[in-house]
């Protein structure tokens, strides 16, 4: 954030978006840098958006799934394609709604719901014995690249934090070790690993790619909370699809139809092609767990590492002299390196496990 504020200073602006402050970045840095500001500010819009179009992918297949936990011990079982969908219809009915204050009192109701959620979810660990008999204490070297993926997805949120600083009332609030940022993700981190921990312990091998799958299958309690769930997701899928739809449509599509009098009807056929899209990679990758380490993988290394590594070294790059220039710019490249490491070995992998679940899903259909 202290980056993103030396450059709106510089350029004298209140404010700067994540692909506006790489522009800027590359703008005033060294050489010859600043005519690459326009495919850097492009190439970071790319990656926000796939990550949000990600982020609507995982909540359809997570929709899916709980819905089909609840209604095959009921009226047997279909395929997680299935409901997939049938729920694709009810999706694009609520991607329609353009206005976000509409969404908002369904989302908050929803992310209410989810909390309380938590608490029964809980309850239904704690009843399970909780034992390290049998549990491996370090998971392979297959499981962690995917973990990495999946722990990556679960903490992006590039598309709000970094002009987040200049909208506040009280800018210095945002970092230090009371600030929003601690204040926020501290204990979202820490639900994630209590969750995790406690969850592994209780259920081991057994363990689903969401733990509302691990819940009984039987009685009203555990139908309810995959319900609620499901329905909490439900209102924040269309969250997702605005920020893509506003980055794509309304600052790109948009402009290329000029004036034309059938201007809202044209987006609401984008709203509906993009669901449409969403729907096509969910049959095409209908795993929740491959697909949060594939978003994560794929999008979090470049907007969580390599871009704010270059966005510092560039806006500093003046800063520094003699010995301290070397280590800034070893600091940077190690940095670098090692994310580059972690970006090949995740990626790698999750494709690796994607391929392989799809021919072992047409083997089992021969």
Same mark, same amino acid.
Request: proline content about 4%; aromatic content about 18%.
């Given at each position: 954030?202290?980056?993103? +504020?030396? &450059?709106?200073?510089?350029?004298?602006?209140?404010?700067?978006?994540?692909?506006? #402050?790489?522009?800027?970045?590359?703008?005033?840095?060294?050489?010859?840098?600043?005519?690459?500001?326009? &495919?850097?500010?492009?190439?970071?819009?790319? +990656?926000?958006?796939?990550? =949000?179009?990600?982020?609507?992918?995982?909540?359809?297949?997570?929709?899916?799934?709980?819905?089909?936990?609840?209604?095959?011990?009921? +009226?047997?079982?279909?395929?997680?394609?299935?409901?997939?969908?049938?729920?694709?219809?009810?999706?694009?009915?609520?991607?329609?709604?353009?206005? &976000?204050?509409?969404?908002?009192?369904?989302?908050?109701?929803?992310? /209410?719901?989810?909390? /309380?959620?938590?608490?029964?979810?809980?309850?239904?660990?704690?009843?399970?014995?909780?034992?390290?008999?049998?549990?491996?204490?370090?998971?392979?070297?297959? =499981?962690?690249?995917?973990?990495?993926?999946?722990?990556?997805?679960?903490?992006?949120?590039?598309?709000?934090?970094?002009?987040?600083?200049?909208?506040? #009332?009280?800018?210095?609030?945002?970092?230090?070790?009371?600030?929003?940022?601690?204040?926020?993700?501290?204990?979202?981190?820490?639900?994630?690993?209590?969750? /995790?921990?406690?969850?592994?312990?209780?259920?081991?091998?057994?363990?689903?790619?969401?733990?509302?799958?691990?819940?009984?299958? #039987?009685?009203?309690?555990?139908?309810?909370?995959?319900?609620?769930?499901?329905?909490?997701?439900?209102?924040? +899928?269309?969250?997702?699809?605005?920020?893509?739809?506003?980055?794509?449509?309304?600052?790109?599509?948009?402009?290329?139809?000029?004036?034309?009098?059938?201007?809202?009807?044209? =987006?609401?056929?984008?709203?509906?092609?993009?669901?449409?899209?969403?729907?096509?990679?969910?049959?095409?990758?209908?795993?929740?767990?491959?697909?949060?380490?594939?978003?994560?993988?794929?999008?979090?290394?470049?907007?969580?590492?390599?871009?704010?590594?270059?966005?510092? #070294?560039?806006?500093?790059?003046?800063?520094?002299?003699?010995?301290?220039?070397?280590?800034?710019?070893?600091?940077?490249?190690?940095?670098?390196?090692?994310? &580059?490491?972690?970006?090949?070995?995740?990626?790698?992998?999750?494709?690796? =496990?994607?391929?392989?679940?799809?021919?072992?899903?047409?083997?089992?259909?021969?």
């Amino acid at each position: 954030s202290s980056t993103e +504020y030396e &450059l709106s200073r510089r350029k004298r602006v209140p404010r700067l978006t994540y692909p506006e #402050t790489i522009e800027a970045a590359f703008e005033l840095g060294p050489g010859n840098f600043g005519r690459f500001k326009r &495919l850097a500010g492009q190439i970071c819009y790319v +990656y926000m958006i796939l990550l =949000e179009f990600g982020g609507d992918c995982v909540y359809a297949i997570f929709i899916a799934e709980n819905v089909k936990a609840i209604c095959d011990h009921r +009226y047997g079982a279909h395929s997680l394609r299935w409901y997939q969908t049938w729920l694709m219809i009810p999706l694009i009915l609520i991607c329609w709604i353009k206005n &976000l204050k509409y969404l908002a009192p369904g989302s908050t109701l929803g992310t /209410g719901c989810a909390v /309380g959620c938590f608490g029964v979810i809980y309850y239904f660990i704690f009843s399970q014995p909780i034992a390290l008999e049998g549990r491996k204490a370090v998971g392979s070297f297959r =499981e962690f690249a995917l973990f990495f993926g999946t722990a990556l997805f679960a903490m992006g949120a590039f598309g709000i934090v970094v002009p987040l600083k200049n909208k506040m #009332t009280n800018p210095k609030r945002f970092g230090g070790t009371f600030g929003v940022v601690n204040a926020t993700m501290i204990p979202n981190m820490t639900m994630y690993v209590l969750m /995790g921990f406690f969850g592994y312990l209780a259920y081991g091998n057994f363990t689903q790619s969401s733990i509302t799958l691990n819940l009984p299958q #039987t009685g009203a309690i555990g139908d309810v909370i995959r319900i609620l769930m499901a329905g909490s997701i439900f209102t924040t +899928y269309p969250l997702c699809n605005y920020v893509v739809t506003d980055m794509v449509w309304h600052k790109w599509m948009k402009l290329k139809f000029g004036n034309n009098k059938h201007l809202d009807k044209w =987006e609401y056929v984008f709203r509906t092609c993009l669901c449409f899209t969403n729907y096509l990679c969910c049959i095409a990758i209908p795993n929740l767990e491959l697909f949060m380490s594939l978003s994560g993988s794929l999008c979090l290394p470049a907007l969580g590492i390599f871009f704010p590594i270059i966005i510092h #070294t560039l806006t500093f790059w003046h800063s520094y002299t003699g010995w301290r220039f070397f280590f800034f710019l070893f600091r940077a490249a190690l940095i670098v390196a090692l994310g &580059l490491f972690a970006f090949l070995v995740s990626f790698s992998t999750t494709v690796y =496990e994607i391929v392989t679940s799809i021919f072992l899903a047409e083997d089992n259909h021969v």
